[in-house]
């Protein structure tokens, strides 16, 4: 007999294992295939402050998420790394140990074979998996719900308010600091799981009232048992609370200022979550209506199913702590029910909601589906049927779940959803080429400016070395000016990464500065995000003489120039002031434009910058007579420019193309670059 049962126990945990890999592999499949996108980048970006910083920066920025993910994040990140492939292993990891968690809640619970099946839909489940591969709190926040609710409900007894049995003073205190930590950091990763925590309560309250009305324990046990929950549940609030305090206010401005939107009638937000739970979030009808309804009626068979106890073996197999009656059913129901219809009646005061608020209530729904699918193939519910047609009836709703959930999986892996209003991730908003490009040639001792702080995380997830000082553009017209000169007192060069608006853009408050008095390097769309690199106003390149030159061209306008010969290697930058005066006033019909080339006499330019006066705020065709422009030029030199000498000129031309007469031609000398490698 314990050959028997060795053997068995053996092959259930054969089957446990290659489920625990699958669930791995599938959150782990292209997992660096798709950006990061906002929500991951500003987890990024708070994973790298530190604890005071992290709160500072979440209220300046009216951030609603709490705290404990992020600061677990920040730890990972300091053991494993801090790309977006390593971060975003940490929820991985933590899906994958949700499916664990399912197996052991699930053999407590049920059955073994239920909870195979139900860790088999956890690990499988579209939604299950979509939110075990991004850098955000949701995977977190599963598994410490899941050891939460297994130390208080398993290991501590309150199932049934009964005493535990865990061998000794150490065992509970060991299961009580864990049930309390679980909370506690479940709790701190999103305010949703409050309402775990309110289902907890109601449970506990509610078996002791029961227990006090029947007198099925003395009053003393169960007063104590009610009390070293109170107790537990005062630690937690005690761990939390100073968070809570100091940013309750900007929390529930940010809230508020988000729920714009009407709330979802009771039918529409429970077909809501029924097809995110069914089918994966973003997916389209019938697809989501047919999983999230297939998915409520076995969950109904399955209410019925853990009432009738399973098979005999099922029963064996869980070594005594199988109870006939009621209280398991009503627990997972009660587990489902509490949270969902709490969550219901927040969304109708706050209207921000989605589904994903209650990936936690995911499992307890698994467990009740696989327990209807294990109930129509056993032939509970269809005993009029022979027992080989109910387990094909089993095989082939298996089958219709997982042909469902594999066009989901698609979708996942393809093109995965972001949120509502957003949809689907657009690969334009790759950030990737963008960072490559400062990667490749930033320099130690330069600074970048970004407009959003999930910017600033996409830079350390994907140039995790980055020596850049980042700054963020929260400036007024009062003091942009101010604002950049400091930046420049302690850096020559300064990145500037936009979203959706160019450096050109007038509306581009701090670039609109950089335009007027900075040296641009270069300005470039990487899909839609925009990068350009400045060089500070008194930016000097060695060789640039203090010896000015005069030029006047076709009469109209005059050039002071710096005399230049210089020694530059690949990818090195000219800095080129030039000072213009209007010799008359000049009309719209004479717009031209700056050209500055480098390059072999009659050959094609090896390095150019063309293009109107400061970036175009000073069209020569307004003028004034004795109008004085400071036109700064800046030269890149490509990585792929041979060595030489080359002659650097300057010119002006006209819509059409022909160039002003400048002394015997129509561009003027400057001088000469030799480059060497």
């Known amino acids: 007999m314990d050959a028997a049962l060795k053997r068995d126990s053996i092959k259930w945990a054969i089957a446990l294992v290659i489920i625990l890999l699958a669930a791995f592999a599938a959150r782990v499949f292209w997992l660096d295939r798709h950006p990061l996108w906002w929500d991951e980048g500003l987890n990024v970006y708070f994973a790298h402050q530190t604890p005071a910083a992290l709160l500072e920066e979440t209220r300046i920025t009216h951030d ?3 705290l404990v993910y992020r600061l677990a994040m920040g730890g990972w990140k300091e053991l494993i790394g801090s790309s977006a492939f390593t971060l975003r292993l940490f929820s991985v990891f933590l899906g994958t140990s949700a499916v664990a968690l399912t197996w052991a809640i699930g053999c407590w619970l049920t059955s073994r074979k239920t909870a195979l099946i139900a860790t088999l839909f956890v690990a499988l489940s579209p939604m299950q998996v979509h939110y075990s591969r991004e850098t955000k709190g949701y995977a977190f926040a599963l598994a410490c719900a899941l050891l939460s609710t297994y130390a208080w409900g398993r290991k501590l007894g309150y199932l049934d308010l009964g005493l535990p049995d865990l061998g000794g003073l150490v065992a509970r205190l060991g299961w009580w600091t864990v049930y309390v930590l679980s909370t506690t950091a479940a709790l701190g990763a999103h305010y949703y799981l409050g309402l775990l925590v309110l289902w907890q309560g109601l449970w506990v309250l509610g078996c002791a009232g029961l227990a006090l009305a029947r007198k099925s324990a003395p009053r003393r046990e169960i007063l104590t048992r009610l009390g070293l929950w109170l107790l537990a549940m005062g630690v937690v609030a005690l761990l939390l609370t100073p968070w809570l305090l100091a ?19 009771v039918w529409g937000y429970l077909g809501q979550v029924g097809r995110v739970f069914g089918a994966g979030p973003g997916e389209t009808e019938p697809l989501a209506s047919i999983a999230g309804g297939g998915m409520a009626a076995l969950s109904a068979i399955g209410l019925f199913g853990v009432r009738q106890g399973g098979k005999a073996e099922d029963r064996r197999h869980l070594a005594g702590t199988w109870r006939p009656g009621w209280s398991r059913p009503f627990f997972l129901l009660s587990w489902v029910a509490v949270p969902l219809s709490a969550a219901y009646w927040v969304q109708t005061a706050y209207s921000f909601f989605s589904p994903r608020f209650l990936l936690y209530l995911g499992p307890a729904c698994y467990l009740l589906v696989a327990e209807g699918v294990g109930q129509i193939g056993a032939g509970y519910m269809v005993s009029a049927l022979s027992r080989r047609l109910s387990a094909a009836a089993s095989i082939a709703l298996a089958v219709a779940i997982a042909g469902l959930w594999s066009l989901c999986l698609a979708r996942v892996y393809i093109q995965p959803y972001i949120a509502p209003g957003v949809g689907r991730l657009d690969e334009a908003e790759e950030p990737r080429p963008a960072i490559a490009r400062i990667r490749a040639a930033a320099l130690p001792g330069d600074a970048l400016l970004y407009g959003y702080i ?9 140039y995790p070395q980055n020596e850049l000082a980042l700054y963020r553009t929260y400036y007024t017209p009062q003091t942009v000016g101010q604002e950049l000169e400091s930046i420049f007192a302690a850096h020559q060069r300064l990145w500037m990464l936009d979203y959706r608006i160019a450096a050109e853009d007038p509306h581009n408050l701090p670039a609109s500065w950089l335009e007027a008095e900075a040296y641009k390097v270069e300005s470039d769309w990487y899909n839609r995000h ?3 690199l400045y060089l500070a106003p008194d930016f000097q390149t060695p060789g640039v003489g203090s010896e000015e030159g005069v030029a006047s061209f076709d009469g109209r306008i005059e050039l002071r120039y710096p005399l230049v010969s210089v020694r530059l290697a690949p990818g090195d930058t000219l800095a080129l002031p030039l000072r213009w005066r209007a010799l008359d006033a000049l009309n719209e019909n004479e717009d031209y434009a700056v050209f500055v080339h480098l390059g072999l006499p009659g050959a094609q330019p090896l390095a150019q910058s063309d293009g109107p006066p400061q970036n175009g705020l000073a069209p020569t065709g307004a003028w004034a007579a004795g109008q004085q422009v400071l036109d700064r030029r800046a030269l890149l030199l ?5 060595p030489g000498r080359y002659a650097l000129t300057v010119g002006l031309y006209s819509s059409d193309g022909s160039r002003l007469p400048v002394g015997d031609g129509d561009s003027l000398l400057l001088g000469y670059v030799e480059v060497e490698r």
Request: aromatic share 10%.
């Open 454 to 462: 999930w910017q600033a995380g996409y830079l350390y997830a994907y």
């Open 64 to 66: 609603a998420n709490p």
């Open 638 to 642: 490509p990585d792929a420019i041979p």
């Open 530 to 532: 925009h990068l350009a």
């Open 247 to 265: 940013v309750l206010d900007t929390t529930v401005e940010m809230v508020t200022g988000v729920s714009v939107g009407d709330s979802l009638p």
